[in-house]
């Protein structure tokens, strides 16, 4: 398991990564990836819904293995596929897909396992069923869950109280703007799809985030 201590205050989620992301490439994506790792990114999950097991599988192994050549003390997760999570020696991250939490811990041994929870009671759940951390959401509204209210900050608060020990990382419409009021709330850091892959300026919205955080 990972120690709550070791993890990174921001996790940077490679959506798109094999199948590509709105009008940009898959190829564009991960150079996106790449050079938020080579400027610091430490904490990177590998998501994409929109292509087949294998096809994330055979889109995985070279993606990973660039970025731990770029810095091989990355954490580094695997949404929903076990299989390519073990493949890889890498971490699991579970939610709605996938495994449920005890058996995705039970398959990940000791790599880190993150869960994605959407209420306090679920937090303390994956806590108690031995996630090395959660991801809360939405925290804001975001355009990819149109209609959905946000959480807002004081169910960061509460989750992080019932998650005790188990780090809770904010995910949904969190801008640098945002992310300090997230930390001020409880949550150990922050987790960044679009405020990172499709901000204009990349690098600059990555040291937004680092200071905020």
Same mark, same amino acid.
């Given at each position: 398991?990972?120690?709550?201590?070791?993890?990174?205050?921001?996790?940077? !989620?490679?959506?798109?990564?094999?199948?590509?992301? +709105? &009008?940009?490439?898959?190829?564009? @994506?991960?150079?996106?990836?790449?050079?938020?790792?080579?400027?610091?990114?430490?904490?990177?999950?590998?998501?994409?819904? $929109?292509?087949?097991?294998?096809?994330?599988? *055979?889109?995985? %192994?070279?993606?990973?293995? =660039?970025?731990?050549?770029?810095?091989?003390?990355?954490? %580094?997760?695997?949404?929903?596929?076990? /299989?390519?999570?073990? %493949?890889?020696?890498?971490?699991?991250? @579970?939610?709605?897909?996938?495994?449920?939490?005890?058996?995705? &811990?039970?398959?990940?041994?000791?790599?880190?396992?993150?869960?994605?929870?959407? =209420?306090?009671?679920? #937090?303390?759940? #994956?806590?108690?069923? $031995?996630?090395?951390?959660?991801?809360?959401?939405? !925290?804001?509204?975001? /355009?990819?869950?149109? $209609?959905?209210? +946000?959480?807002?900050?004081?169910? !960061?608060? &509460?989750?992080?109280? #019932?998650?005790?020990? @188990?780090?809770?990382?904010?995910?949904? $419409? @969190?801008?640098?703007? *945002?992310?300090?009021?997230?930390?001020?709330? +409880?949550?150990?850091? /922050? #987790?960044?799809?679009?405020?990172?892959?499709?901000?204009?300026?990349?690098?600059?919205?990555? &040291?937004?985030?680092?200071?905020?955080?």
């Amino acid at each position: 398991m990972t120690a709550p201590s070791t993890l990174p205050r921001l996790f940077l !989620i490679a959506d798109g990564f094999a199948s590509g992301r +709105g &009008r940009r490439s898959p190829e564009a @994506v991960c150079e996106r990836v790449f050079r938020l790792v080579e400027a610091g990114v430490e904490a990177v999950q590998l998501r994409d819904h $929109g292509v087949a097991p294998e096809g994330f599988a *055979r889109a995985a %192994l070279p993606f990973s293995a =660039t970025l731990r050549a770029l810095n091989p003390a990355m954490v %580094l997760t695997v949404n929903t596929h076990a /299989a390519v999570a073990r %493949l890889l020696g890498a971490g699991l991250h @579970v939610g709605r897909r996938g495994p449920g939490v005890a058996a995705a &811990r039970r398959g990940a041994g000791n790599a880190p396992l993150g869960v994605s929870v959407h =209420t306090v009671e679920e #937090a303390r759940e #994956a806590a108690e069923a $031995g996630a090395d951390f959660v991801f809360l959401s939405p !925290i804001f509204p975001t /355009a990819s869950h149109p $209609g959905t209210p +946000g959480l807002r900050t004081e169910p !960061i608060r &509460r989750a992080a109280e #019932a998650a005790g020990p @188990v780090p809770v990382f904010a995910l949904g $419409g @969190v801008t640098p703007k *945002r992310a300090g009021a997230c930390r001020r709330a +409880g949550a150990h850091g /922050a #987790a960044v799809l679009s405020g990172l892959l499709d901000a204009p300026d990349p690098l600059a919205a990555l &040291r937004a985030y680092q200071a905020a955080l």
